[in-house]
């Protein structure tokens, strides 16, 4: 993964009420969430520091309430962040002017909502070439545009329905097109698909896999469904009220939980599909194996192995060994 | 809890008796304490208000100057901007192009002949593929040239033809802006609320003053009473639309006009266009009032009728006017129901406009058929109808034959319901009712309410009109406690049975489209002039939200919570008093406050049959051009509506919080 970094916050916070700008100033830019709540704020994002690396999808988890959506507008300056800084390609974006925005939103971001926010009075192509329409694209150069985003969201012979006259499903695939009309280079994607049916939503999260295994956007995915973040992170952004409690890869997070209100999350889920052997393997290069198993295999393809054998080792792709791993370990590992 | 509850009931208990008992013995404790002014406001203490007002109007008007040009240039500006269309549309409807002046003048060019008029309407009619309507709107036109109603009626059509779109579109404007900015949402907030509680009399003065007699000041005084829903739909449009769909504008890239032309008014049409609607209902509503300020048309002749006890040629022009009231009402309202969005096909520039170019060739040929044969310009006279007599008589016979019936009907209700209300509230001593007030006000809307009531119920005290303002109270609420014994049984009654629903929505409909003036005249009819008189056209006028809203509240209560009462085992009975009526009453209650504003503001056209009360006092500042006069006792109408306003309001947001419901 290449590992420079396309949006950077730093120190973000969102504070609402009156003057949450002078009430942080005074209270030394961190005051307790306690004094906070007690001067009648809310807090939405306490002190969000956090990078976004190219090409990457990085999950931001949180149950409602938890500031992710507030994050994710702070992001795109839906929402003013109270205090923070905010870089997109390394410009601040704080500092932008109203035109400025304007015009980074017609290039390089797009945005796909929770409930579609699908404009009703437009039709399917109507609404995914209204992107390029407000850019002043004419119509002939937008609409092919707009019916290439039709092929590759799969609403071929769609193009001049009404949104009403769609499932959630294909609605859905009309914001994901609207959202990618501009060919933009950051990609929001706020619990796309949460108000979808559980079949159809896992037919929309392949589907959105593979877009994105074609295009290769960066992509900041907001859900709060703990499945799907494993399912598609590269990264994932654990929020509880506001606080970005940790910060990691599915394994990390399970691995290594920070705190309790992660462990909850990550306690029910079948582990040993997600975790690979290098999460549990004994670093002691044991060379006498014979059978090996690869590092980035999940524990689950090589369960039977480990158990028949009693002992294996293991290796990467390049056939160096790396560690082993016995018996023992793994049987604990099941039984946890 | 359950103690502030006891010692609640305790205050209310103590206060109604307190209440009773000042009015029963009021004038005797104010005689015995010598201090007459208990009971009646002293007039020396009364603050001159109406003189103020009149002085800064004439000043405004005569002196006021800007610099580059004065307030009398501005209003003139204003006046002809508005009447240049109104001249384009009249001459098309109604006059024709004219060579010359006066007597002399040739005409040119026939305006257009009733039977393109009904082409208009058949064509507008055809967008919304209802048969049912198109024949209504055909029979609707056709009905005003056959009874010979059409001259008023052109006249009438146009000041709405011009009326509407202005109205609308700076509803629009004044929406956008408030939406855009809260300090001007604020600001205007409050305005709407005057703009729509004063009572229309009070301002055609001032109008009538700055912009003189005739159709323009009709015009202007229309547009300021039909705006204000038009901006308070606009605006809760904006407010109600998702959030989520103005981030994806914005995400889009949108710039803010762009934002505001192609995604958040757009989206609003449908709301929008139910505010049209409303606009155009009111428009027709200003008819005959706009006439007392030269409007002409159908309004002219009603008021014309009635100043000279001509019922039967009162009855037909009003029936003129309610029957096109209903017709552009339905023709609105199904074009804010029409169902466009299906999937879209590309149409051809003849497929897209066929109507219009048949209109338009249809007219032409209408035109030129109209040089050969009369019929096509004129309907003929010969086939024309005349009901005036046929109405006259209607009347005599019902005078003659009934006159008994309907004479003890009114005394009855004159003695034993009506009297009794106006002595308690001429009785009660003006500081304890001001008192009584406040405390409900603090009840309801804690520090806030109580401020409200106080301030404004004092400044009628002081205004020296508060024997007038509780004659005002005196009908209105009479007339309220009828309609709501007659309206909320109705209501429920629609609430539970779906023909009684049907029958009735379309009964209230045609009710509510019906212009407020046009009730005057049967009552008039029957009754004659008085209070009694007032009361029946008040209680007519404003039936129609009682049932509305009780129906509604009755209809729309969760039917989970219908399904676990009848688990329960619930009677029919039980079900209705102890779990629907219950549920329904914060609607219910928000249905007799709507009861109570129309009953204000048809009180003040009752002036005309002979009221003592405020509605009076406005028509006599109208009558004497008086603007302060007229301005100040209309001011007090709509404190009156608005303190009702604010406390039923409370009363029942409280009992919704109270049940959880939204």
Redesign the interface.
Same mark, same amino acid.
């Given at each position: 993964m290449n590992k420079s970094p396309k949006l950077v916050c730093k120190n973000v916070w969102k504070l609402y009420g009156d003057k949450p700008k002078e009430f942080l100033q005074s209270h030394n830019y961190n005051p307790d969430k306690r004094i906070i709540e007690e001067n009648g704020y809310i807090q939405a994002i306490r002190n969000a520091t956090l990078e976004v690396y190219e090409n990457e999808i990085l999950v931001i988890m949180g149950l409602s309430g938890s500031g992710k959506s507030t994050l994710v507008?702070c992001m795109?300056r839906?929402v003013d962040p109270t205090v923070g800084e905010i870089f997109f390609e390394n410009i601040d974006m704080g500092r932008l002017t109203?035109n400025e925005l304007?015009?980074i939103?017609?290039?390089k971001?797009?945005?796909v909502?929770?409930?579609f926010?699908? =404009? #009703?009075?437009r039709?399917v192509i109507e609404n995914i070439a =209204? #992107?390029l329409?407000?850019?002043g694209i004419n119509r002939a150069e937008r609409e092919k545009s707009a019916m290439e985003i039709i092929d590759l969201v799969g609403l071929q012979g769609r193009e001049?329905?009404?949104p009403?006259?769609l499932s959630g499903g294909q609605q859905q695939r009309v914001?994901i097109g609207?959202?990618l009309?501009?060919k933009p280079e950051l990609w929001?994607l706020d619990e796309p698909f949460s108000a979808l049916d559980p079949l159809i939503r896992k037919e929309m999260q392949n589907e959105f896999l593979k877009i994105q295994n074609s295009l290769k956007k960066t992509i900041i995915f907001i859900t709060h469904d703990f499945d799907e973040a494993i399912k598609l992170a590269d990264r994932i952004i654990i929020m509880n009220e506001g606080r970005i409690v940790q910060i990691g890869s599915p394994e990390d997070l399970i691995m290594k939980p920070a705190d309790d209100y992660v462990k909850e999350f990550t306690e029910d889920l079948p582990r040993e599909r997600l975790l690979s052997v290098k999460s549990i393997m004994n670093n002691q290069k044991q060379p006498s194996n014979a059978l090996t198993v690869y590092e980035d295999e999940k524990i689950f393809s090589i369960l039977e192995k480990v158990l028949s054998e009693g002992s294996v080792s293991v290796i990467d792709r390049s056939n160096n060994i790396v560690g082993s791993l016995n018996r023992e370990t793994v049987s604990r590992f099941i039984n946890n | 809890m359950r103690k502030t509850k006891i010692s609640n009931k305790i205050i209310f208990i103590s206060l109604t008796f307190l209440t009773l008992l000042l009015y029963w013995y009021g004038k005797e404790i104010a005689n015995y304490f010598d201090s007459k002014w208990l009971v009646k406001y002293p007039k020396h203490y009364s603050f001159p208000f109406a003189i103020y007002t009149t002085t800064f109007v004439k000043w405004l008007i005569n002196e006021a100057n800007f610099l580059l040009f004065t307030f009398n240039d501005l209003t003139r500006l204003f006046a002809w901007i508005i009447e240049q269309p109104y001249k384009i549309v009249l001459a098309i409807f109604s006059k024709g192009i004219l060579r010359g002046q006066g007597q002399d003048a040739i005409q040119i060019i026939e305006p257009l002949s009733w039977i393109s008029v009904v082409g208009i309407f058949f064509t507008l009619a055809l967008y919304t593929k209802d048969k049912f309507l198109i024949i209504l709107v055909v029979l609707s036109i056709v009905y005003l040239a056959v009874f010979d109603q059409w001259q008023s009626s052109m006249i009438t059509l146009s000041s709405i033809i011009i009326a509407v779109p202005i109205g609308v579109i700076l509803g629009i404007l004044f929406g956008i802006l408030s939406y855009k900015s809260k300090i001007l949402e604020k600001i205007i907030t409050p305005i709407l609320d005057l703009m729509q509680t004063v009572p229309v009399f009070a301002y055609l003065v001032p109008i009538l003053v700055m912009f003189g007699f005739g159709p323009v000041s009709a015009l202007i005084a229309t547009i300021i009473y039909a705006m204000p829903p038009m901006v308070r739909t606009t605006l809760l449009a904006l407010n109600n639309i998702d959030p989520q769909l103005k981030e994806s504008g914005l995400m889009s890239g949108c710039t803010e006009r762009q934002l505001m032309w192609k995604v958040l008014i757009p989206v609003s049409k449908p709301t929008l266009l139910i505010g049209v609607n409303q606009v155009i209902m009111l428009s027709l509503n200003m008819v005959i009032i706009a006439s007392m300020i030269g409007a002409g048309g159908l309004g002219y002749d009603v008021l014309a009728s009635l100043r000279r006890l001509d019922i039967g040629g009162g009855i037909e022009s009003g029936i003129a006017i309610v029957v096109i009231a209903i017709a552009l009402d339905r023709l609105s309202q199904s074009f804010a129901n029409l169902p466009t969005l299906s999937k879209k096909t590309q149409l051809t520039f003849y497929n897209k406009y066929k109507k219009i170019i048949f209109l338009l060739l249809y007219i032409i040929s209408i035109y030129i058929l109209g040089y050969f044969f009369t019929f096509f310009k004129f309907f003929p006279n010969e086939l024309m109808i005349n009901t005036s007599l046929f109405w006259e008589e209607l009347v005599k016979y019902i005078n003659i034959n009934y006159f008994d019936n309907l004479e003890s009907f009114k005394i009855t209700l004159l003695t034993f319901f009506m009297l009794p209300i106006k002595k308690f509230f001429l009785g009660i001593p003006w500081p304890w009712f001001i008192f009584v007030l406040t405390i409900i006000g603090w009840y309801f809307g804690k520090f806030k309410l109580a401020l409200l009531c106080l301030v404004m119920s004092i400044f009628i005290v002081t205004t020296g009109l508060w024997e007038k303002a509780m004659i005002t109270l005196y009908l209105c609420g009479s007339s309220v406690i009828i309609a709501s014994i007659i309206g909320i049984p109705l209501g429920v009654w629609a609430g539970l049975n779906d023909r009684a629903n049907k029958i009735l929505t379309a009964f209230i409909d045609t009710l509510q489209t019906l212009p407020s003036f046009v009730y005057l005249i049967p009552v008039v009819m029957l009754f004659r002039v008085g209070d009694f008189t007032a009361m029946i056209a008040v209680i007519l006028y404003a039936l129609a939200p009682a049932v509305r809203y009780t129906a509604h509240g009755v209809r729309n209560i969760n039917s989970q919570i219908i399904e676990a009462a009848l688990i329960s085992g619930c009677s029919q009975r039980q079900l209705l008093f102890k779990i629907k009526l219950p549920l329904a009453l914060p609607e219910i209650l928000l249905g007799i406050n709507q009861t109570i504003m129309l009953a204000l503001s048809m009180l003040v056209i009752t002036a005309l049959v002979g009221t003592r009360d405020l509605g009076q006092e406005v028509y006599i500042g109208l009558t004497k051009a008086d603007i302060g006069r007229g301005l100040v006792a209309g001011l007090c109408v709509a404190f009156i509506s608005i303190i009702a306003d604010r406390i039923i309001k409370a009363g029942s947001n409280k009992l919704k919080n109270k049940y959880g419901i939204k």
């Open positions: 507008r795109s839906l109203k304007i015009e939103r017609r290039h971001m797009g945005m909502f929770q409930h926010a699908l =404009f #009703p009075h039709t =209204f #992107p329409e407000v850019q001049n329905y009404f009403k006259e914001g609207r959202s009309a501009v929001f | -």
